[in-house]
């Protein structure tokens, strides 16, 4: 009788008074069905500071031409390429500083200040008038946006458990879908006075900025992200001892003595959680397969759209920034099907490791078949090409979503921020390795065509003197 009573006061979860994370956590015992109006919310959110990540490789080969930097025509996916890095080196130097400043202050101003750098810099993005300006603007938008790794932290704390993967599957599919709408916005929005003569002037700012239609479109959609943020609530924890009400639990199981004889007291409990997270494996082990996919992911991003840009003798497709917004779109559209109706099925017959191992190792050959798919004639590439990056682009959202689950799972509320952070930074630093590596990939292949692995030097010399205009 005595335990029976010792065992009803602990699991009463105990409040604090003026603790926000308190607050949400009452919210959560009162919540009945999948709150829509939250993952609205935040879906709003993360597609506003996902949308000028991969925005500008639809125009980008052609903003590179314009900036007259490249001395041959091969040349212009390498400086291509740091462009497209500058970003994730910017997010690479500051993930752990704001993971550490979510943990300490709260996810919400986080989440807020980079969706308004995303509305200052991308602005500012789209008036670049040379190279390194470029350059400049997309760094300090990368070093200031730092809300992924707080907004999964979030997605996990504001959902009751049975929510998570969907939560954090709305998050993963909003942040999917940023990365090929805002292709699309590039490749349909960029040149507008060249597409559309009749609505734009090639003497207003869109026809002296060819490519800033797409990136103001995208900042006044993340200007809406911001007035969102208003309506979040702060999921932290803010009382003395930063701890949650589910320390109820913990007590019970100090109080209750173990089969073996042994108690677990709370030194111990607090000695384990305090341990580094760098020591956390199961951790450790989702962030690396989080950066060698990583890595690959947005290599891919890049070489994709300049690989379909390129001209015909360099083995490209010819294709326009509008063709590529097209199958973007197309793409958009098939994956916000799958993540939304067929994702949390598939989670819950397979779980988030059999999904993550499936999807890499069905991408090694849709990847193979790319330059067979390059031989096909009309409608026929249109069409196999569409699955092709569609498929891709639902193998991808299923890894990242598989790996974000596993990393929340991994560590308590009051590390998730730092544990976020380190993700994100080790992250970054490969998607910064990525672009710039695969556009010095794919301007040194398109140098060597006709060798069968080492270049054809001969080849090399006959153009070393050809400038590209001619």
Aim: glycine share 8%; proline share 6%; hydrophobic share 45%.
């Amino acid at each position: 009788m005595a335990n029976n009573g010792l065992q009803e006061t602990l699991l009463k979860k105990q409040y604090h008074e003026n603790c926000p994370g308190c607050v949400v956590d009452e919210m959560k015992e009162r919540q009945e069905g999948v709150p829509i109006k939250k993952l609205l919310t935040m879906g709003t959110i993360v597609l506003s500071a996902a949308l000028p990540i991969a925005s500008l490789y639809p125009f980008l080969y052609f903003m590179i031409r314009d900036f007259h930097i490249a001395k041959r025509e091969e040349d212009i996916n390498f400086y291509a390429g740091y462009v497209g890095a500058s970003y994730m080196l910017g997010r690479t130097l500051t993930s752990i500083f704001w993971g550490v400043v979510a943990d300490r202050y709260g996810r919400k101003p986080v989440i807020f200040t980079g969706v308004i750098a995303v509305f200052v810099f991308n602005t500012l993005f789209g008036l670049s008038l040379n190279f390194w300006m470029a350059i400049g603007t997309r760094f300090l938008l990368g070093a200031l946006n730092g809300l992924l790794g707080p907004m999964k932290a979030y997605a996990s704390e504001i959902f009751h458990h049975k929510y998570q993967a969907v939560a954090l599957s709305s998050i993963s599919a909003s942040w999917a879908i940023g990365l090929i709408t805002g292709p699309a916005l590039g490749g349909f929005l960029a040149q507008p006075a060249e597409k559309y003569p009749a609505t734009f002037s090639p003497n207003s700012i869109f026809g002296r900025f060819p490519y800033f239609l797409p990136c103001l479109c995208i900042s006044l959609f993340a200007l809406i992200g911001a007035i969102c943020c208003f309506w979040l609530p702060e999921t932290l924890h803010m009382h003395p001892c930063n701890s949650s009400p589910s320390e109820s639990y913990d007590a019970l199981e100090a109080a209750l003595p173990k089969f073996n004889g042994k108690t677990e007291t709370k030194d111990g409990r607090e000695a384990a959680s305090a341990k580094s997270l760098l020591k956390n494996w199961p951790l450790m082990s989702s962030i690396i397969a989080y950066c060698i996919f990583s890595l690959h992911d947005m290599a891919y991003s890049e070489i994709c759209s300049l690989w379909a840009e390129s001209p015909r003798k360099f083995g490209g497709l010819s294709y326009s920034t509008q063709s590529v917004g097209e199958i973007l779109t197309i793409t958009g559209c098939g994956l916000l099907v799958f993540q939304l109706f067929l994702y949390p099925f598939v989670e819950k017959m397979l779980g988030p490791i059999n999904i993550a191992r499936i999807s890499g190792i069905l991408s090694i050959p849709l990847l193979t078949s790319y330059p067979y798919i390059a031989m096909l004639p009309g409608i026929a590439l249109a069409v196999v090409l569409n699955c092709a990056i569609l498929l891709k682009s639902v193998l991808s959202t299923s890894i990242i979503t598989g790996l974000f689950i596993l990393q929340n799972n991994a560590v308590e509320q009051h590390q998730r921020g730092a544990a976020n952070g380190i993700a994100m930074t080790a992250m970054s630093l490969f998607k910064a390795v990525g672009p710039a590596g695969g556009g010095a990939i794919l301007s040194w292949a398109q140098k060597r065509q006709h060798a069968a692995f080492f270049p054809d030097f001969r080849n090399l010399l006959n153009q070393k003197q050809q400038p590209y205009g001619c």
